[in-house]
């Protein structure tokens, strides 16, 4: 049995200064246990939580508003030791779905002038930019609808559109917006998708926006698998905790955030949140070198027939797979400020990733890969092509991702290819095989920016990872990696 450290949630929150969307076990594992470590801190808070799921989740929400909006958090360190945390600043929980009451309530609080930062974890799908290029997809059902009736959104970047414009017109200053997602310059992205769809609407409002309105990047870390049956009887097992509405996480957390907060912020730092400049090279490494390795671990791991980040890289050949890919073709990329030695940052990530007290399903990061593959392994291979290097792994991961995408497991078993684009990968998958397959894939340009999907050499990679992992398998193709160092 672990040693538990318990830590209660004491101090009364005076108002709420935060608006969040998207009330996942990310955000509850990592922004809303900052916050509570500020509450504990100082006694008191006026950055109390309000958070929002939409379209998703409506169960969590009403079993968060049955205990009051109060929720465990259990951070496992390892086997021997975890601190279980009481979260009391989230005030408020709202369930967002098709318009109605609930939608009138998120607004009001957002147009609030309390509300000083909004913050964002809405999966990349979330802001409805293709991932390619960063353009707003104008032509999805969700942004059409939301261009159509922009008193009645359904998306994040229309419902922050709705807030800005109701204080604006109220003469309220405007608030932050924080995105907390994993994506390249995610402040920027989340300004491309509100400032494109406000341009539609009305020219006087997008000048506000691009004048007042601050939307600083920042890079989150902290590995939280999203919670099944047999965590919850672990946590009423060893914890003695039964919470419906608990998240279990990793002990380490890490939050990078640009420092540009016109309306004021909690003093994160004193909680360990870096405060800089400049989040981009954070934010690359961390993409490239743990979400790239993830994805890695996701694709190849499935089709040898593991089923979590655990097992994954406790397989030697696996292992070594990914030390190589992170040294030879994550850092090589990655230019980063003094202090950071991206060795030892390799070394803790594979300490993370065989962290054996989480269940991290290999399935949940495979997940929405056209959304994740571009800032995780593309714009990397597109450097090191320009850099005349190899990228022997990031070609394997895209056969792999390939092959998950189209066909069934080696066990035979089929599975859901959980992605916006699912639809067009099962349309390919009727039509082609084989190298044309691979060559179908590769002219999806929603995925694969031209100036990479025209390179030869990038072609060739995949083709070749593809051939070697249809004819032998996936686990002859990592042995090679293995006999070939
Ligand atoms: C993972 C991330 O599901 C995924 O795609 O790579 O959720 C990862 O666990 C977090 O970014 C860690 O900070």
Redesign the pocket.
Known sequence: MPVVKRVPSTSPVREIGIVHLGLGA?HRA?QAVYLQRHLNRHGQSEWGLCSANLRSNRTLVDQLREQDGRYHVAEYRDREQVTLREIGVLRQCLYVGEGGHELELLLQRMAAPQTRIVTLTVTEKGYYLSPATGQLRIEDPAIAHDIAHPQAPRTAPGIILEALRRRHAAGVPAFTVLCCD?MPDNGQRTRQAVSALTAMQDEGLAQWINDHVAFPSCM??????SMDAESFTRLERQLDCRDPAAVVCESFT?WVIEDHFPLGRPDWEVEGVQMVDNVRPFETM?LRM??GS??LL?YVGLLVGHESVFEAINDADLAHFVERYMAQEAAPTLDMPAGIDLAVYAHDLKARFANDSLQ?RLR?????GSQ?LPQ?WLLGAQQLLEMGRGLACTAVGIAAWIYYCTQPLPDGSAHVVNDPLSATFADLAGRFEGESLVDAFLNLDEVFPAVLAERSAFRDAVQRAYGALACDGMGSLLHTFAAYD
Do not use: E
């Not at 989150?220 to 698998?225: E, M, N, Q, S």
């Not at 949940?364 to 929405?368: G, K, L, P, S």
């Open positions: 990310f990592h994993n989150v870390d902290r590995i939280v698998p890490q961390k743990l979400n993830h994805s996701a991290h949940q990061i495979a997940m929405d994740k995780r």
